[in-house]
């Protein structure tokens, strides 16, 4: 995938320069085929909600080094396989490489918002906003991201586009999606973290490929009501084996399908979270609203708004 626009001017004369590392939600996922690495070969239309972890570049540091807060920064090692820390450090490498040593070093800070091990790609955001973050600091060429992306997972080079997206291969890719509507978008996560290949390898155990016919995507879709029906026809192939490892996520789905103007409940990635589309952003904000007592209960997340927008040729930040 290619983008029309440069980047923004460099953050060298910012005092602190950011990025935010939006949610991605899969809105279909159709596994089509399996490597002979063992990975697995989607067609999915990953799209992005307002939901976001923000990256923060504090300051110049001896090393590459990074603090991480925010309400689900516990739990989450700020060490070397943070994702964060592995795209600073592979892009680095990389610059150094190609532009003439670059070795700067950052402090960064990771403002963690999303819940983690979650189906919604928080750590292959974070990697993708690293990124963008360091290459408009590095004047790295965006075109070099995508490389570095595929090396560090299969949902960060999305990540690294940031916009809806048709993903196929295993990720790496990226055609035009539809223009989507200003559609509404609950999200919920029942607490508990799903683990990607578990739940790739139950889905193998089950039965594995199903075939079918390609999904159809138009151009554009004006209404909430026509997305639905299109995805309608879809599903996502890990929501089963996602349920057999974490029977909550029925619960999760049928609340959000009981609420009012509810046109579709589904898990998004590998799960657990979910997500619910609605008619636009203020009737999943209601949605949200008349599920608090129960999330609060049980210790959900819970987010509502609409789709993060941007121009299929624009720069994300
Ligand atoms: C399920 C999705 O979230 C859909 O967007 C992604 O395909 C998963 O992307 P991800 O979390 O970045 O995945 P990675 O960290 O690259 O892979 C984790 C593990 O999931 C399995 N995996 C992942 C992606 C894929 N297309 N096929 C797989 O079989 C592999 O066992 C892999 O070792
Ligand atoms: N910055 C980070 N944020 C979240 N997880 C991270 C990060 N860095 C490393 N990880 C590790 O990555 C794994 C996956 O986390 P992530 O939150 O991206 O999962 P996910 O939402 O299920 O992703 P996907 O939808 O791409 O499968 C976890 O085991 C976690 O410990």
């Not at 919604?120 to 974070?126: H, K, R, T």
Request: glycine fraction near 10%; charge should be negative.
């Amino acid at each position: 995938m290619t983008f029309s626009e440069t980047m923004p001017s460099t953050a060298s004369t910012q005092t602190t320069a950011q990025a935010t590392a939006h949610a991605k939600i899969n809105l279909f996922l159709h596994i089509t085929g399996r490597r002979d690495d063992g990975y697995h070969l989607l067609d999915s239309l990953a799209v992005f909600a307002g939901a976001a972890d923000r990256v923060t570049l504090a300051g110049p540091s001896d090393t590459m080094s990074l603090t991480i807060n925010g309400p689900f920064g516990q739990g989450l090692e700020a060490d070397d396989q943070n994702l964060v820390l592995r795209a600073a450090r592979a892009l680095q490498a990389q610059a150094g490489t190609s532009f003439n040593g670059l070795t700067e070093n950052f402090r960064l800070e990771l403002e963690k918002n999303l819940p983690v091990s979650s189906g919604i790609g928080g750590g292959s955001a974070d990697a993708a906003a690293t990124l963008r973050l360091l290459a408009r600091e590095w004047n790295v060429d965006q075109a070099t991201l995508f490389p570095i992306a595929e090396k560090l997972g299969a949902d960060v080079p999305v990540c690294v586009a940031q916009h809806a997206t048709r993903m196929q291969g295993i990720g790496e890719i990226l055609a035009p999606a539809p223009i989507l509507p200003d559609a509404g978008l609950l999200l919920v996560n029942p607490g508990i973290g799903v683990s990607t290949p578990d739940v790739f390898r139950a889905f193998a155990a089950g039965g594995g490929i199903v075939e079918r016919p390609e999904a159809f995507l138009p151009e554009r879709w004006t209404t909430a009501q026509d997305m639905v029906a299109d995805l309608n026809a879809t599903t996502n192939d890990l929501q089963a084996p996602a349920l057999s490892q974490c029977p909550v996520i029925g619960t999760v789905l049928a609340s959000i399908a009981s609420l009012p103007d509810c046109l579709l409940s589904r898990m998004s990635g590998s799960g657990a979270t979910c997500f619910g589309i609605y008619p636009n952003p203020e009737s999943a904000v209601n949605a949200a609203h008349i599920l608090n007592d129960q999330s609060a209960r049980l210790g959900w997340w819970t987010w509502a708004g609409g789709f993060y927008h941007t121009g299929s040729s624009t720069w994300s930040q």
